[in-house]
């Protein structure tokens, strides 16, 4: 019999500060993910390598000693496009927010940040992630052929959809 609770998402925390990585573990089990904690840049590496599958949503330091949060993001990206990565920095600069931004990262936010905040913002992520997915679904969907009564759902029979 197949479980009715939903799975529990899980999403990576990269910092090399550990009461804010705790903080973040804190505040994403209470809002229902579970955080796969990272201390720096090369474990957060072998985290998204191992992963079994790719984390759709990954909050991570800009600075830390072993390097990047933009190239955490790079790796993310490249082992899926799809997976959302949001930045945060206590040396927020125009030029941090543009190269963040310019890499494909989701968001861009300044330490100390408000709890509620990062909160709906990983919630928008997670939608965003959720319909990228959902998209790449259907065009893969069209791409072999499927009959449109699998695009369309169970709503109106497609045959009796009038198209002006």
Do not use: C, W
């Not at 201390?39 to 191992?50: F, K, R, T």
């Not at 800009?62 to 490249?78: E, H, I, R, T």
């Not at 543009?98 to 928008?124: C, D, H, Q, W, Y």
Request: no cysteine; charged share 20%; net charge negative.
């Amino acid at each position: 019999m197949a479980s009715i609770v939903p799975p529990v998402i899980p999403l990576l925390v990269v910092d090399d500060e550990p009461a804010l990585r705790e903080m973040l573990e804190i505040l994403l089990s209470r809002e229902g993910y579970r955080a796969v904690s990272a201390p720096g840049y090369q474990v957060a590496l072998e985290a998204i390598a191992q992963a079994p599958q790719p984390f759709p949503v990954i909050l991570t330091d800009l600075a830390m000693p072993d390097g990047s949060g933009l190239d955490v993001l790079a790796a993310a990206k490249q082992r899926s496009p799809n997976s959302e990565v949001i930045l945060f920095t206590a040396h927020n600069t125009v030029e941090n927010a543009i190269a963040a931004m310019s890499a494909g990262a989701f968001n861009f936010i300044t330490k100390p940040f408000e709890p509620a905040a990062l909160a709906a913002l990983v919630r928008r992520a997670l939608e965003k992630h959720a319909l990228v997915e959902e998209n790449s679904r259907l065009k893969a969907q069209v791409q072999k052929g499927s009959p449109a009564s699998e695009l369309l759902g169970n709503g109106i029979p497609y045959d009796l959809l009038i198209l002006d």
